[in-house]
Structure formats: structure tokens, C-alpha cells
């Protein structure tokens, strides 16, 4: 009876392990494929090119805020900070809603005029990260 005791824990504890494992490994994928746009975006504001930031956008962001919105926000933003010397990603969460995987990064990010805290919301799309938000008045 021992035994069979046992053999129920040992299994119990792989398929815990292995779901473990996976839920890492998800969120593992997802921070990675936010991080690769996130990077993107950060680097185009810094060439300026703002307008090139658009296809980095979710269809919904770009309902809630118009196209021209975008721009003019990030331009602004770009002229009252200064340029971006350097950004760095500095937390992470992801959770899945909805059959969509939404990852937030947090960002710190060196603009000529301070530091400044950022985050940007993230929808995986048809295996593409698209930006659904961008938070920078935190």
C-alpha cells in the first residue's frame, strides 16, 4: 500500500511540475515577443520615426486613439523629454484573457531631459505582439 501511496504522490508531483513548466515557458515566449516589439517602438522613437510606429499598433488601439493622435502624442512627448538616450525593461506579467495573451512590460527609460517610468500593454495577434497601450504618465 506504501508503494502505490507513493507512486500516486510521484505522479501528482510531475504533472505539477510540467504544468509548472509550461505556464513558464508560455510567459517565457511572451515576454520575449512584447520585448522584441517593445524594442522596436523604443527605437523608432528614437530615429523619430514616428509614423512607422503605427504598424506596431493593435486595429483597437488605433480605434481608442486616432492614427494622428498617436503621432502628435509621441511627438510631444519626444520634444518635452528630449531624445531617448537608452531604455531598459525592468518588470514583466502576462496573463491570458479571452484566447489573447496580454503582456505588460515596464520600461525605465532615459530621455536627454530625466528618467522616466513607462509601460506598454501588449496583444499577441496571429503570433505577432502589437502594442494595445502605452502608458508613460505613471
Wanted: charged share 25%; net charge positive.
Amino acid at each position: 500500500m506504501l508503494i502505490k501511496h507513493n507512486k500516486h504522490i510521484y505522479i501528482s508531483l510531475l504533472l505539477i511540475i510540467n504544468i509548472l513548466a509550461i505556464t513558464f515557458l508560455s510567459s517565457c515566449d511572451a515576454v520575449e515577443g512584447a520585448s522584441q516589439t517593445g524594442n522596436e517602438f523604443y527605437n523608432k522613437i528614437k530615429s523619430q520615426k514616428f509614423e512607422e510606429i503605427l504598424e506596431l499598433l493593435t486595429e483597437e488601439a488605433t480605434v481608442q486613439t486616432s492614427k494622428k493622435e498617436w503621432v502628435q502624442t509621441l511627438k510631444s512627448i519626444n520634444n518635452e523629454r528630449g531624445k531617448i538616450e537608452s531604455f531598459s525593461k525592468v518588470a514583466f506579467s502576462s496573463e491570458i484573457k479571452n484566447e489573447i495573451i496580454i503582456t505588460t512590460l515596464t520600461y525605465n527609460v532615459i530621455y536627454r531631459n530625466g528618467i522616466f517610468k513607462e509601460k506598454i500593454i501588449f496583444y499577441k495577434k496571429d503570433k505577432q505582439y502589437k502594442i494595445q497601450q502605452y502608458l508613460y504618465k505613471l
